[in-house]
């Protein structure tokens, strides 16, 4: 269960369009560890985020735009991510361990190093993505866009 005041920080970010006030809040606060889990944002515009190791496990994010967003080793298990844009985003070392990614788009997203394992990427996005040391064991990627992608060690 995500804790109230972050989650309130990030709504009332998002109420006054003014996410650079939830990154400015989580710079000034680099002690702590963001709580996000279960957090309802579908649909929400979040282009730019800063939720480097922010828990957003089992978050439902379907739809949302978090084209450009700092996901570094960020914990996104069991999140609902279906048709989000993620586009460029950063999600090096994140854990999206049995996320749901389908149709997202996750062009030149950076995935070095994060955990697939039984993520849903069908008819996914990857073109250009970075999966450098993904770790991808059962993965689903049926129809997902491969094209470019870097797989290789």
Do not use: C, V, Y
């Not at 389908?102 to 070095?112: G, I, S």
């Amino acid at each position: 269960m995500a804790n109230e005041n972050h989650l309130r920080q990030l709504l009332d970010a998002i109420r006054a369009q003014n996410l650079p006030k939830w990154n400015q809040w989580s710079e000034e606060h680099p002690d702590i560890r963001p709580d996000l889990s279960g957090a309802d944002l579908k649909g929400t515009f979040l282009r730019g985020a800063h939720f480097s190791g922010t828990d957003l496990r089992k978050a439902d994010l379907r739809g949302a735009f978090l084209s450009g967003a700092n996901l570094w080793e960020a914990d996104l298990r069991e999140a609902l991510l279906a048709g989000a844009d993620l586009r460029e985003a950063n999600l090096k070392g994140a854990d999206l361990w049995k996320a749901d990614l389908r149709r997202a788009n996750l062009r030149e997203t950076d995935m070095q190093g994060a955990d697939l394992r039984e993520t849903d990427l069908r008819d996914a996005d990857l073109f250009r993505a970075n999966l450098r040391g993904a770790r991808l064991e059962g993965a689903d990627l049926r129809r997902a866009n491969l094209h470019e992608a870097q797989l290789d060690e």
